[in-house]
């Protein structure tokens, strides 16, 4: 990120960023703050999905990982983070922030050990690769896949 050229493309003089931002590791965080808000504990700190059985909960997730886009940005961050040390530690304690939260509703339908850990795995990597991977493939069959895919990691 380089602050002339963004201050430029955003038509705003330099000193206009620095009005926003301490310096260029401000944005950064501040960026990084924002995409782990909206895009996990969102979910994560949503009153709403606490009250849901566990099924119901990751179902809940699921589609609104879907319905929002909310994986839109993973792939650039992972990208970045694959350069960046900060960043790097950014988006590993997101990844821990997603599979705890993901884990736990796993876990409160009996699974454990290794059975726990690879359906954990299963649910985040998926919602976080679908949209890359299956950019055309019709919505209405990524929801009848996405009901499939649920109950298949959630049943016995």
């Known amino acids: 990120v380089q602050i002339e050229r963004l201050a430029r493309d955003l038509g705003i003089a330099k000193s206009g960023f620095y009005w926003h931002f301490e310096d260029r590791q401000d944005l950064i965080r501040q960026l990084l703050d924002y995409w782990a808000h909206e895009y996990t504990e969102v979910l994560s700190e949503n009153p709403e999905l606490r009250d849901l ?3 119901s909960r990751l179902l809940r997730v699921a589609e609104m990982v879907q319905d929002n886009d909310l994986s839109r940005y993973d792939r650039s961050f992972r990208a970045w983070a694959a350069r960046d040390a900060m960043v790097a530690r950014h988006v590993d304690d997101v990844l821990r922030k997603r599979l705890d939260y993901v884990g736990q509703a796993f876990a409160e339908l009996g699974f454990e050990g290794d059975e726990l850990e690879m359906r954990t795995r299963l649910f985040v ?3 976080s690769a679908e949209t890359d991977i299956y950019s055309r493939v019709a919505k209405k069959r990524l929801r009848e896949l996405l009901h499939l895919r649920v ?5 016995r």
């Open 53 to 55: 059985d566990p099924k």
């Open 125 to 127: 990597c998926y919602h």
């Open 151 to 155: 109950a298949l990691l959630t049943n």
